[in-house]
């Protein structure tokens, strides 16, 4: 593009810079034609009276190969009436045809090689006898003005090499320096590839940071699903153990064996789809399409206001209609579902549930009227298996799944006294 460019520029200039150079060469000539009309003298008798060499207005027409030369002939006729003393050693040059008033350009070439531009001028003079037509020739070398072009065309493509040098230099250089961001980020992904660093940690430009950002977001999460699968099979192992002992303890009792077997192997097979699903949290959250939280809470709070039915409980749902989160549909069912069913379990009448977005930080909360959660037993009950109050139906993983969840999604879940008097449950993503 820059080849393009900037040739065309120069055949542009190169072609403005000709036709001005001609259009003030035929002016120059058309006012040495009219100064020589001014010397000219006509007799009464229509007798043309050119004036002495000395007196001629330029001076290389009296002298001999000046490289300017004047022709007077007869309108009409073709008579030729007056060559200028520079014409001596030289043919005439090949006249043309004229009418009166008409100005007329030619590029000609004469016997010694050279090329010449002859203007031609129809002239009248008007005398009591009569009227008296003429045509006055001027030839003049074209070497000047070849000359002239020569040397502008020579500094003008001098001018635009050194101008596209500069630039292709000046283009090499914004580009490496431009696109050096993208290649310290190849070099930062090499080395994580080699075990040498765990993300990318360079200070990048805005519209390098994002993509380093969201390589990031997928390197974490990459480790967040093989740290997930560990545990998940790590659990898997320990949960199948207390079935297989079952199964194993029935072989000595054969009329309940069928029995036994029916319900652990449907118990294994429980165990094993929740750790498969545990496990795949978050998998796919940087491609899953965005989910409108309001219609999976009212999903979820529809079938427990029919399970607590006997509570009464008022429900306050003011999360935005247009709440949106990125994520698998399964994965924010077992969130707020877990969530939900500890505040309705929990809870004496009543149950509040907001969720809004500001900038990037997506927040939903649960409040709830029951008896709160202290201080000293939150960090207990996020364990797996812990709970607050053993007296209570439960198995006690309900807020760990959640929190495991949340956590898989790069968010946070914090639990804080209520305003309602009971426990509140906030979880914040940044999105």
Known sequence: MLVIFLTTTGA????????????????????????LLTAALVDESGQLIMPLPTHLPYPQLALLDSGLYAVVSGNGNEQLLWRSPSLLNRKTPP?????VGEKHWADIQMEDGKDYYLLGFGFQRTLKTGIYAFNFYLMTELAPLQKQIYLYRRRLWRGLASAAILLLATQ??????????????????SAIEAGERNQIDGRYPREVKQLADNINTLLTQERARQTRYRNALADLAHSLKTPLAVLLGAVDQPEALPGTVNEQTTRMM???ERQLQRAGAANSAATAPPIL???????????????????????????????????????????????????????????????HQAGHRLTISIHDDGPGISAKDIEHILLRGGRADEST???GIGLSVAADIVEAYQGQLRIEASELGGAAIIIEFWV
């Open 12 to 35: 542009v200039l190169d072609n403005a810079f000709l036709e001005s150079a001609r259009s003030s060469f035929r002016e120059r000539m058309l006012g040495q034609v009219y100064q």
């Open 270 to 272: 429980h165990i094993v």
């Open 393 to 395: 139906p439960g198995h």
């Open 293 to 355: 939280v309001q219609r999976v809470v009212d999903r979820i709070t529809a079938s427990l206001c029919k399970v607590y039915r006997n509570k009464n409980i008022s429900l306050g749902n003011h999360i935005a209609a247009d709440l949106r989160f990125r994520c698998d549909e399964a994965d924010l069912i077992e969130i707020l579902g877990n969530l939900l069913d500890n505040a309705f379990k929990w809870c004496n009448r009543r149950v509040e549930i907001s969720g």
């Open 172 to 189: 090499i250089w914004v580009l490496r320096w431009g696109l050096s961001p993208l290649r310290k980020v190849g070099q930062e992904l």
């Open 95 to 99: 006249l043309f045809k004229l009418q």
